[in-house]
């Protein structure tokens, strides 16, 4: 919790102006969102491209917040706290910055094009039956998002995992001297992003920014199944483990076997040692979070037979949720995002289900040049998966013809979700299983709640 005379602190030269209250003041938590604030919490007037926050200020103070940072003088009711700074976003980085540094917390940084929120989320309930775990909260893993997560540390906490994201070339790196991460995880080097940033060389430079900044006592933890991932070894001044399932990985997966929609098995191999293991979490991103989780153990120096007792026993969250469908159907929530490789991991574990098997596939965003193949190489994949295949959006009609070219008969295109979902009621039965995934702009979370069984 940071108090008023914190911020102060914090801010430091920054500080144009501020007003306390008379006694001291707490807040138990920082939000950007006036729709968030409550009781206490001190309300961050960001600058957006829609939007201002300090239009917002009374709507957050009405929601009980007793703070405000904000750049421009604005009137707040007595006994709420008032700072004011040149720039609302410096100054909440540094903010985050000066609070990390008083925390004497391990720091573990995650990135990758693919899988760093499932990657995340097993790291941390790993660690987290041995350590008091403060990790990301959802994604918020960017510019705005990662000083949020840091600004929640306690005392209390012992480690932090900390989801990393970019756009840009520099981006991690700022992220990190925010942040300070002891051990880097890089899961993967995909053409995410591909639109902003180029090419596949720069979305690695931008990856590798992690490791680049890691200690020399550090651990990078690097897929060493994905050669862009890999070479980053020699770009660190860290130590590395290399994780995965190929021979040259420190930290290996052998014998592996998906077990359905619930579980994946697999042997876990480290310096001779090997472990049998299943884990709660479905299919490859199972297993690579899995793994990955499993180094990050090893770094904290346990022995393998506890590593694999902690992953036998993790639960971690995940974005691809399993829910009651129309008709008696089972729905495959994996709407959060998507890109190819995320929909091909998805297509294989759907592939493993039960029954007649439906994929609703809708665009992939920002692939720049590899828009046409991306989505050209999910469509083929699909056609050897599915039964059915409905597509939304206009790219969704590449995904469409490629099935179709691929010896699929029953694809659908349709232009919105609405469309699809009028199809798909009158055209699922009990004991379909039925997968949903596009990028969040196409809003396939929308028609999984008009799915849902009533």
């Known amino acids: 919790m940071l108090t008023g005379q914190d911020i102060v602190e914090g801010l430091g030269p920054s500080l144009r102006a501020h007003r306390l209250p008379a006694g001291r003041c707490v807040f138990p938590r920082v939000v950007v969102d006036s729709r968030e604030a409550g009781p206490g919490d001190l309300f961050v007037a960001l600058r957006g491209e829609h939007h201002d926050g300090h239009d917002f200020i009374p709507d957050a103070v009405a929601r009980g917040a007793a703070g405000v940072l904000a750049s421009r003088a604005v009137a707040v009711p007595e006994g709420v706290a008032f700072f004011q700074v040149p720039d609302v976003l410096s100054a909440l980085q540094g903010l985050a910055r000066w609070w990390r540094a008083r925390h004497d917390v391990r720091v573990v940084g995650i990135t990758g094009s693919v899988g760093k929120t499932g990657t995340k989320e097993f790291v941390a309930a790993v660690l987290g039956q041995r350590f008091r775990v403060l990790k990301s909260p959802g994604n918020r893993n960017n510019e705005i998002g990662l000083p949020l997560a840091l600004l929640s540390l306690t005392p209390e906490h012992q480690r932090a995992v900390l989801e990393m994201g970019m756009y840009a070339l520099g981006e991690i790196s700022a992220l990190c001297r925010m942040a300070r991460p002891a051990v880097g995880v890089v899961t993967s080097v995909r053409p995410v992003h591909l639109e902003r940033l180029g090419t596949l060389d720069a979305i690695a430079r931008a990856k590798q920014e992690l490791p680049q900044s890691l200690p020399p006592d550090g651990w990078a933890v690097l ?77 904290e120096g346990l022995p393998l037979t506890e590593v694999a007792a902690l992953l036998r026993a993790a639960r971690p969250e995940g974005r691809l949720r399993l829910v009651a469908g129309v008709h008696g159907s089972t729905l495959l929530d994996d709407t959060y995002n998507a890109s190819p490789d995320s929909v091909l991991a998805a297509l294989e574990l759907l592939e493993q289900a039960p029954g007649r098997k439906i994929a609703v596939l809708g665009d992939m965003l920002e692939l720049g040049s590899e828009e046409r193949r991306g989505h050209e190489t999910v469509g083929r994949r699909a056609a050897g998966v599915v039964d059915w295949l409905v597509t939304v959006g206009p790219r969704g009609r590449i995904i469409a013809e490629a099935a179709r070219a691929a010896g699929l008969r029953r694809v659908s295109v349709c232009e919105t979700g609405d469309e699809a979902e009028r199809l798909l009621r009158t055209g699922i039965r009990a004991g379909d299983h039925v997968l949903l995934k596009a990028s969040r702009g196409v809003a396939l979370d929308a028609l999984v709640a008009r799915l849902r069984a009533d």
């Open 223 to 299: 897929n060493g199944d994905d050669a862009l991932v890999a070479s980053m070894a020699l770009r660190t001044p860290a130590r590395v483990l290399l994780y995965g399932t190929g021979p040259e990985c420190d930290v290996r997966g052998t014998d592996v076997e998906l077990a359905g929609l619930e579980a994946v098995r697999f042997t876990l191999h480290y310096r001779g040692a090997r472990e049998s293991v299943e884990v709660r979490q479905p299919g490859r991103p199972g297993l690579y979070g899995a793994l990955a989780a499993a180094a990050v153990a090893l770094t």
